[in-house]
């Protein structure tokens, strides 16, 4: 199994979702988080103070996934979180070790 | 019409303005009304207007200056400043309800500095007892001008709040203000308001406060209000010290939408506040009207056009910065200039506003957390000062009334000496305010200390020192 973790811009999740989706994976993770890259942050201005963020706001999705599939899905999320523009993102493939199920206590790849 | 024809033979279109007040028994004139004989001067019209302002102005305290200073300051120090307008605006009050009225609005007699203690608790002040207004022969109820006076009272220490707002104790604040207040805003008030009215002055030609005696133009409060809490409020932070981060962690507003709104408020309460000060609900009430109006407008949008040429973007913060510098600019012009002279006194204080706030500022290194000195009082001098170039009736100003005379003529307009007279008035609120301000502050902080610890300040206010937080989420 693998765990595929994608930094991507936020107003691309819904596209990412979509794609997953017919792939056929069943669920993910999403968090709104903050850091830097080669992207650089905005400039805020009030009155006379400046304030350079240099954390820029992303979205990290994370996606279990047996090991078949895993390249097909890092491929689509590298493909529907693209514009071409610097600040894209990134995407990091985990191995994982075990799975549970909570409901049903199934494990590995059944419980994905 | 006695009055209206030696004015209108002598002086022309902007003298007539304040004629068009006269009544229509102007021809009957009583020298020194008795109450009795005031009683039968009150309109009715005036007085419902001075207590729509008085509400009005009111509402420029509560809630707006704490919403337009609150959405400026972080989460969490946001029930701070909200606690600290809200408290500073009801205790004042209460001062001024005790003895603050009497030393501002009562004779110093030979002493034109501060006024004396008979009207302390409001004693003899009834509703039978009358004010004089800007006209020969026009009253309104006193208790409806306490009131109105009480507000100006209220609102201008709560202004100083923003210059130090995030780090300051509550209580040594407090204390601050009942002695700011009466040591003061109450003298500055009773020299540059208090006279004895048009009636009155003929007979008793020394019965005045003494910026009022030189002859210092101020309608609603450019030296008393703006002038006065904008060099408190730099003593104060000066005194206070930067807050812990300033300059090295970022400190964004936590909420420009409730700054706008805060502001927004304000310039509706500002009609109260500039409009009421006429005292009169009459023609040259509709010139302060319009006047307050363009003034706010043009510089607010000043503000947004140099920003977006120095900055390439027009912000929010700018354009109701912008907005609140017109506000002030015109607060001691509104009565005296025209609406085209208002326009271009906005534009130029917006231009003085900004290099002071941005450039100035930075140069300089303290920490106004709030731009209280450089809105209030920049803003302020560059009103009062300017107050006597758009005044001139040869650019279309109101030029001044002539009360020592019974009924009362236009004065004979000379600009350059108006301005050394407003310059002296501007010096006199520096060194008066400036000066009491900085030995108060330095008492309270060897005394009780003026600022929270470190802890505290990084925990923010609200939790500290008021045992709440503004948002739970």
Known sequence: ?????????????????????????????????????????????????????????????????????????????????????????KIFVIDVAHAVRIRTGETDDVAL | MKLFNKLSAGLGVAAATALTAMPAWAADLVKAPDVAAQAGMVNKGDTTWMLVSTALVLMMAVPALGLFYGGLVRTKNMLSVLMQTLMT???????????????????????????????????????????????????????????????????????????FAERIKFVPLMIFMVLWLTLVYCPIAHMVWYWAGPDFLPDTPNDYGYLWGLGALDFAGGTVVHINAGIAGLMGCLIVGKRIGYKTEPMPPHSLTMTMTGASLLWVGWFGFNVGSNLEANGLAGLVFANTFLATSAAAFAWAVIELIVHGKPSLLGGVTGAIAGLVAITPACGFASPMTSILLGFVVSIVCFLMVTTVKNKLGYDDTLDVFGVHCIGGIVGAIGTAIVADPALGGQGFVDYTVFPAVAGKYDMAAQIITQIKAVLLTLVWSGGISAVLFFILKLTMGLRPSAEVEQDGLDISEHGERAYNY
């Open chain 1, 1 to 89: 199994m693998k765990l595929v973790i994608a930094i991507i811009k936020p107003f691309k999740l819904d596209e990412v979702r979509e794609a997953l989706s017919g792939l056929g994976v069943q669920g993910m993770t999403v968090t709104e988080v903050k850091g830097f890259g080669r992207q650089k942050g905005q400039t805020e201005i009030y009155r006379g103070a400046e304030y350079s963020t240099n954390m820029v706001p992303k979205i990290k999705v994370e996606v279990a996934t047996t090991d078949d599939l895993a390249g097909r899905v890092v491929e689509v999320i590298q493909q529907s979180a693209n514009t071409g523009a610097i600040g894209d993102g």
């Open chain 2, 89 to 163: 605006f009801c205790i004042c009050s209460l001062v001024w309800a005790c003895w603050g009225y009497s030393i501002a609005f009562t004779s110093g007699g030979e002493n034109h500095f501060f006024g004396g203690l008979s009207k302390m608790f409001l004693a003899g002040v009834t509703p039978g007892t009358y004010a004089v207004t800007f006209s020969n022969n026009v009253y309104f109820p006193e208790l409806v001008y306490f009131c109105f006076q009480m507000t100006f009272a209220s609102i201008t220490p709560a202004l100083i709040v923003g210059a």
